[in-house]
């Protein structure tokens, strides 16, 4: 099992620059990746693929972009020109996204999400794998009447799917090569997600497909005041019905619940029941929330645990 953090430098004077040294840092710490997530602000396969050239051995990852408001084509060239600026270093991370964000942010109605899924993976596959689509489906179109194929990318990106629902499991374990639950604990991971994911992969005559498992946590001492932190940062998530779900399912009532805070004992022990649980890689997000010293703290945890 590897394990990595995900980056956040959007408060930072600059955040490109701000972002390659926590990175340099996360490096350094021994962890193995670093994930950026996607929002209205950074591009995130942009600042993983310069990230990938400046911290050379470190994978590098977006978590995740949704396909609401994107299209095959386009997703594609920034995937390739990310894995060829790492030289086989970059995962591309996918996602539905929301209801309020893609109807307020885009104008676009949020409908048949399912559907778009499958066909815009479906399309991705055949551009990532071979520089071409003909893809005509219900939703969306993606021809190359010129190659679409990016040198030096040739190994394919590996695309993963921020997939918790019976539905989104399906389609990820047909068509992808994993997912990226987030909130989703270790007896959600073990008792739902998991045996899903395996069962559609192994229907879909794919390989086993990775889990990797995004986790809010850090290392504390002030672990009340550090939770009461998180159930406000992460109250967000609890009013979307896929986040509220598979937080009730990991035995949680508030996204703080699925929170990992404590001491070093405490937070080695979660992940270990990330890994029981059948997560292949463990990304901790929001180490940032307690402070520098702690994140620092929390990143020289998980740095021997990945060693």
Same mark, same amino acid.
């Given at each position: 099992?590897t394990?990595?953090?995900?980056l956040?430098?959007?408060?930072?004077?600059?955040q490109?620059d701000a972002?390659?040294?926590?990175?340099?840092?996360?490096a350094a710490a021994?962890?193995?990746?670093?994930?950026?997530?996607?929002?209205?602000?950074?591009?995130?396969p942009?600042?993983?693929?310069?990230?990938?050239?400046?911290?050379?051995?470190?994978?590098?990852?977006?978590?995740?972009?949704?396909?609401?408001?994107r299209? *095959?084509l386009?997703?594609?060239?920034q995937?390739?020109?990310?894995?060829a600026?790492?030289?086989?270093?970059y995962?591309?991370?996918?996602?539905?996204?929301?209801?309020l964000?893609t109807?307020?942010?885009?104008?676009?109605?949020?409908?048949?999400?399912i559907?778009?899924?499958?066909?815009?993976?479906?399309?991705?596959r055949?551009?990532?794998?071979?520089?071409?689509?003909?893809?005509?489906?219900?939703?969306?179109t993606?021809t190359?009447?010129i190659?679409a194929?990016?040198?030096?990318?040739e190994?394919g990106?590996?695309?993963?799917v921020?997939?918790?629902? *019976?539905?989104?499991?399906?389609?990820?374990?047909?068509?992808?090569?994993?997912?990226?639950?987030y909130l989703?604990? *270790?007896r959600?991971?073990?008792?739902?997600?998991?045996p899903?994911?395996t069962?559609?992969a192994?229907?879909?005559?794919?390989p086993? *497909?990775?889990? @990797?498992?995004?986790?809010?946590?850090v290392?504390?001492?002030?672990?009340?005041?550090?939770?009461?932190?998180a159930?406000?940062?992460l109250?967000?998530?609890?009013?979307i019905?896929?986040?509220?779900?598979v937080?009730e399912l990991?035995?949680?009532?508030r996204?703080?619940?699925v929170?990992?805070?404590g001491?070093?004992?405490?937070?080695?022990?979660? @992940?270990?029941?990330?890994?029981d649980a059948?997560a292949?890689e463990?990304?901790?997000?929001?180490?940032?929330i307690?402070g520098?010293?702690?994140?620092?703290?929390?990143?020289?945890?998980?740095?021997e645990?990945a060693?």
């Amino acid at each position: 099992m590897t394990i990595g953090v995900t980056l956040n430098a959007s408060d930072a004077q600059n955040q490109v620059d701000a972002t390659v040294l926590l990175a340099q840092e996360a490096a350094a710490a021994g962890l193995r990746s670093a994930w950026f997530g996607q929002t209205f602000g950074a591009d995130s396969p942009q600042l993983a693929a310069i990230v990938g050239r400046a911290v050379p051995g470190l994978q590098v990852g977006t978590s995740a972009i949704p396909v609401f408001g994107r299209h *095959p084509l386009l997703v594609s060239s920034q995937a390739q020109t990310a894995q060829a600026a790492t030289h086989g270093r970059y995962h591309l991370g996918l996602a539905l996204g929301t209801k309020l964000l893609t109807e307020t942010g885009f104008g676009l109605p949020f409908e048949r999400p399912i559907a778009r899924l499958r066909e815009f993976l479906t399309a991705l596959r055949q551009l990532t794998q071979n520089g071409t689509a003909d893809f005509h489906g219900e939703l969306l179109t993606a021809t190359t009447p010129i190659p679409a194929r990016v040198p030096g990318a040739e190994s394919g990106v590996p695309f993963l799917v921020a997939a918790m629902g *019976p539905q989104a499991l399906r389609v990820s374990g047909e068509i992808a090569d994993g997912i990226l639950p987030y909130l989703a604990g *270790p007896r959600a991971l073990a008792e739902h997600i998991v045996p899903a994911l395996t069962a559609a992969a192994e229907a879909a005559g794919r390989p086993a *497909p990775r889990i @990797v498992a995004l986790v809010p946590g850090v290392v504390t001492d002030d672990v009340d005041a550090v939770r009461a932190k998180a159930t406000e940062t992460l109250a967000f998530y609890e009013q979307i019905p896929s986040y509220a779900r598979v937080i009730e399912l990991s035995g949680g009532r508030r996204a703080a619940d699925v929170a990992v805070i404590g001491d070093e004992k405490t937070v080695g022990a979660e @992940v270990r029941r990330y890994r029981d649980a059948g997560a292949t890689e463990v990304v901790f997000s929001g180490t940032e929330i307690a402070g520098e010293a702690d994140r620092r703290r929390t990143w020289a945890l998980l740095g021997e645990l990945a060693g």
